[in-house]
């Protein structure tokens, strides 16, 4: 199983960037899908996630300015950053909680990770 992150880059504050992950290989299904970030020096945390029903959630931090997204049929997952501050800057991840063929257990999948980076 891979996850393939991409659409990361240098933007000025209060632009627009949209990540995209998709992932790929042996799956029978897939769960939960998120975004996390972790900026130097800092620990990873959860930036959003949507479930195969489309919930959300999202940290206090990103409310109102990124919007999660994905589509099921592509095993791909969204993120639309708008308004973007330098604090936003970081390493973003996705995250996918999903069950192979074969396999019983759910488990947690991780992308490679792509920079984001909020400068003027």
């Known amino acids: 199983v891979q996850l393939q992150a991409s659409g990361g880059g240098l933007v000025q504050p209060g632009g627009s960037l949209r990540l995209s992950c998709a992932a790929s290989?042996?799956?029978?299904?897939?769960?939960?899908m998120g975004w996390y970030r972790q900026a130097p020096g800092a620990q990873r945390g959860l930036v959003a996630r949507?479930?195969?029903?489309?919930?959300?959630n999202y940290a206090e931090s990103v409310k109102g300015r990124f919007t999660i997204s994905r589509e099921n049929a592509k095993n791909t997952v969204y993120l639309e950053m708008n308004s973007l501050k330098p604090e936003d800057t970081a390493v973003y991840y996705c995250?996918?909680?999903?069950?192979?063929?074969?396999?019983?257990?759910?488990?947690?999948?991780w992308g490679q990770g792509t920079q984001v980076t909020v400068s003027s």
């Open positions: 995250n996918a909680d999903l069950k192979t063929y074969g396999s019983t257990w759910w488990m947690p999948y």
């Open positions: 290989g042996n799956i029978l299904s897939i769960n939960v």
């Open positions: 949507i479930t195969s029903g489309g919930s959300t």
